[in-house]
């Protein structure tokens, strides 16, 4: 173990940073899961990938880019407005970085699989610094909702999907590659946009179709430098989604006032802000009325990243406590070796890799986006998968920080990556849809049965049929969930109880998944830890005949 002398003492039992390591190599439960879903595709780019996030290099432009928060500038020195947001050069480094690695919108320019390795390196790069994925999210989410205004589509699709990051505001036409996000919150609703008092007032038909002008307000309005927006506002004939570019044809600026920037408890790369319009253009996506259906095909898209970054950053948080464990000693034995560490350790890995096998599952879903089955899939899995990875994360991150013990609780002007984590968790459940609205999803979900491709939960009893015989208790509670679901017709009382069965969904889901892709050890705990007695209980708390070493093993980031 390494010593500085210093004048007082000698800094002694203390971990090293976690760097410079493989993101990928180290992390089997990923690789396996990748290699169940994409067992022909090539690991050179995720390899590449993995070696860039978890370089030194890289975790200081994250570093940098959380600790100088963006600023904005209202009004120029003349006084005129100029509405633009001033990042840190890292903030700039970074997202370049994730679009040249095609984590936005290029998958809908590929072929299979696409999307799933899209999922593996949002995953990744999460882990290095997620606020700067979400312009980088609402781009990819925004591609096939963008197709409900042809001519839109067809002079922006090339440069949504281009792997070249240009952060100056230019028209469409001078720029190699553009970012797109989405505002449909306002101050008086955000789960229900049907409150929206945002009007949209006709003027004219033109090249990119029936043109709008825009007057009221976004209460939150994420990455507002962005090129474009999805937006909702109000039409006679109701709720319309519109494409609201920042900058006109004729090179101007829209008129969109960013009146403050969000003072938040993480995510501090980003900016998240509050908008009014004065008379901003906006072009109809879609037709008139049918807004919300139009920009919930974006919202289902941000809602896999937000399980997919949750899971990345689940892994993040667990890789460090396991780091940290690893080299610090207390009582004579270093922490990874104490039998109730041990169990926290296992605990938070099963947990973890449970998380990736979800939200993989579900882009898997996503990339078959032609096959009947994996679209029923994709609609139960979808509100499943970001309500539990997301409520899990949070509590997961406060548990992996206990194992770092008070270090883990400190900033240190960005160095303390937990605490970023920590503080980063509870977004990816709150935004896009919070956890009762997805719970409530579920249930909309289960309720439509017997369409002519099949129902929802007949796809999903199609996909826990895949490990039924495998694990006694698995098939008991599966057995129990898929009666609860049929009688999802019938019972008014479901709504109250919606959340337990997104928990039950996602742990069914979960387990059938480490059946197929995850070492006896791995998937024989999670069953035994997680589907007996009334559900998953604080982290540290597997029974005994659990081989703790064997997870401990396969989940060290080393
Ligand atoms: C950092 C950040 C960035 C964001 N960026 C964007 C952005 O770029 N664009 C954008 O449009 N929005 C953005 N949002 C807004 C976000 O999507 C909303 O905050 C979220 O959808 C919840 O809406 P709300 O805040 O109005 O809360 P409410 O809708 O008031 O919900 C409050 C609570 O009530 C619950 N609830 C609501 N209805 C029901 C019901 N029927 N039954 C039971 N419980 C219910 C919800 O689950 C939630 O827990 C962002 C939010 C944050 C925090």
């Known amino acids: 173990m390494s010593s500085i002398l210093l004048g007082t003492h000698e800094v002694l039992n203390q971990s090293t940073p976690l760097a410079g390591h493989n993101v990928y190599g180290t992390d089997r439960a990923l690789r396996d899961a990748l290699m169940f879903h994409a067992p022909q595709a090539d690991e050179a780019q995720r390899i590449e990938l993995g070696a860039q996030v978890g370089d030194l290099a890289m975790q200081t432009h994250a570093r940098l880019a959380n600790v100088h928060k963006p600023v904005l500038h209202t009004h120029d020195r003349f006084g005129r407005r100029s509405d633009t947001v001033e990042f840190h050069p890292s903030y700039h480094a970074l997202l370049g970085a994730a679009v040249g690695a095609g984590l936005h919108a290029t998958p809908w320019s590929l072929g299979p699989g696409a999307h799933i390795e899209r999922a ?42 281009s792997t070249r990051y240009d952060p100056n505001l230019r028209f469409v036409d001078e720029k190699p590659g553009v970012t797109m996000g989405m505002g449909m919150t306002e101050k008086q609703g955000g789960s229900d946009v049907r409150a929206n008092t945002t009007r949209a007032e006709y003027i004219e038909d033109t090249a990119w179709g029936r043109c709008y002008r825009l007057v009221g307000h976004k209460w939150f309005f994420s990455a507002p430098m962005s090129d474009a927006f999805l937006v909702l506002a109000q039409t006679p004939s109701g709720l319309s989604c519109f494409f609201l570019p920042r900058v006109l044809p004729d090179g101007s600026l829209n008129a969109i006032a960013i009146q403050r920037l969000k003072d938040k408890l993480g995510n501090h790369a980003n900016a998240s802000s509050e908008v009014e319009f004065n008379g901003a253009l906006a072009w109809l996506v879609g037709e008139e009325g049918r807004g919300i259906a139009q920009i919930l095909e974006m919202g289902t898209l941000t809602r896999l990243d937000c399980a997919l970054g949750s899971a990345g950053l689940m892994r993040g948080a667990t890789a460090l406590a396991l780091h940290h464990a690893s080299q610090r000693r207390a009582f004579g034995k270093l922490l990874a070796e104490q039998p109730l560490m041990k169990n926290v350790l296992a605990d938070l890995a099963l947990e973890s890799e449970a998380a990736t096998a979800l939200a993989l599952r579900l882009a898997r879903a996503v990339d078959r986006q032609d096959d009947p089955f994996e679209a029923l899939m994709r609609r139960v899995l979808t509100p499943v998968a970001k309500f539990w990875v997301c409520k899990r994360g949070a509590a997961l991150a406060q548990e992996a920080m206990e194992c770092l013990g008070g270090n883990g609780y400190v900033e240190a002007h960005g160095e303390g990556v937990m605490a970023r984590i920590y503080r980063e968790m509870p977004l990816n459940s709150i935004w896009e849809g919070a956890g009762n609205i997805m719970a409530l999803d579920l249930l909309r979900a289960v309720k439509k049965r017997g369409g002519q491709g099949g129902d929802g939960v007949g796809a999903l009893t199609a996909e826990l049929d895949a490990a039924r015989g495998a694990n006694p208790q698995l098939d008991r509670f599966a057995a129990a969930l898929l009666a609860r679901l049929d009688a999802a017709d019938d019972d008014a009382g479901m709504e109250a109880g919606a959340r337990r069965l997104a928990q039950d969904v996602a742990l069914a889901a979960q387990a059938s998944l480490l059946c197929r892709h995850a070492p006896d050890f791995v998937f024989d705990a999670f069953c035994r830890s997680r589907l007996g007695g009334d559900g998953p209980q604080v982290f540290g708390t597997l029974p005994g005949a659990v081989d703790t070493d064997a997870i401990i093993r396969r989940a060290m980031p080393a």
Do not use: H, I
């Not at 312009?135 to 067809?154: C, E, H, I, K, Q």
């Open 120 to 161: 593996a390196g949002f995953l990744m790069f999460t882990q290095l610094e997620p606020s700067a994925l979400c312009p980088v999210s609402m781009t990819y989410a925004v591609a096939p909702a963008l197709r409900g205004n042809a001519a839109v589509f067809a002079d922006w699709f090339d440069k949504l999907a």
